[in-house]
């Protein structure tokens, strides 16, 4: 399931419109969708300045998207959230989810800090690995060049102790065209 936001924009004072984070003004939305058939499970309706990384929200589209899933598909659930559900109540929400009969996982993106940045110099070439696209064929760029690399950066990153164990960082890079 994906989990995003978008800014709606409206022309007039509808009801909920709000001046936005973008200097807008409208209403601020957090829908989920099924990645594979592209289904929506949920929609949170939300003013424009509400916020990115309300993690509230969040969990309470994370529970309405569950809730829309038929039991028999709710054995094994992943999640991607972008970098605005990188918050530790949602985390901790995901894995508290997990039980003998349900594994819940989750991608989530991250705002990379100078540590971070350090850390990803500190990798040897060694440690990347080229890409796979979603039907696992190897994503080659242009000529043998490959399009991008991931490695993982666990082992190095320093911020990791405050999250809830097991969490893996993973990092990706894309080498020019």
Same mark, same amino acid.
């Given at each position: 399931?994906?989990?995003?936001?978008?800014?709606?924009?409206?022309?007039?004072?509808?009801?909920?419109?709000?001046?936005?984070?973008?200097?807008?003004?409208?209403?601020?939305?957090?829908?989920?969708?099924?990645?594979?058939?592209?289904?929506?499970?949920?929609?949170?309706?939300?003013?424009?300045?509400?916020?990115?990384?309300?993690?509230?929200?969040?969990?309470?589209?994370?529970?309405?998207?569950?809730?829309?899933? !038929?039991?028999?598909?709710?054995?094994?659930?992943?999640?991607?959230?972008?970098?605005?559900?990188?918050?530790?109540?949602?985390?901790?929400?995901?894995?508290?989810?997990?039980?003998?009969?349900?594994?819940?996982?989750?991608?989530?993106?991250?705002?990379?800090?100078?540590?971070?940045?350090?850390?990803?110099?500190?990798?040897?070439?060694?440690?990347?690995?080229?890409?796979?696209?979603?039907?696992?064929?190897?994503?080659?760029?242009?000529?043998?060049?490959?399009?991008?690399?991931?490695?993982?950066?666990?082992?190095?990153?320093?911020?990791?102790?405050?999250? !809830?164990?097991?969490?893996?960082?993973?990092?990706?890079?894309?080498?020019?065209?």
């Amino acid at each position: 399931m994906d989990i995003d936001g978008t800014l709606i924009t409206a022309h007039s004072k509808k009801e909920g419109a709000a001046a936005t984070f973008k200097k807008g003004f409208g209403h601020h939305p957090l829908g989920s969708w099924v990645q594979n058939t592209g289904e929506s499970l949920a929609m949170k309706l939300r003013p424009g300045n509400a916020g990115s990384n309300t993690a509230s929200d969040h969990i309470e589209l994370v529970n309405a998207s569950i809730a829309q899933i !038929p039991w028999r598909f709710r054995r094994r659930i992943l999640f991607r959230v972008d970098g605005a559900g990188a918050s530790h109540a949602l985390i901790e929400h995901l894995t508290g989810l997990n039980t003998a009969r349900r594994t819940v996982t989750f991608v989530c993106g991250w705002t990379s800090t100078d540590a971070d940045e350090n850390a990803i110099a500190a990798l040897p070439e060694s440690a990347w690995t080229l890409t796979v696209d979603v039907d696992g064929e190897v994503q080659d760029g242009i000529g043998a060049r490959p399009l991008a690399h991931v490695a993982e950066l666990t082992g190095l990153a320093t911020r990791l102790e405050h999250w !809830p164990a097991g969490v893996r960082l993973i990092v990706r890079r894309f080498v020019p065209a």
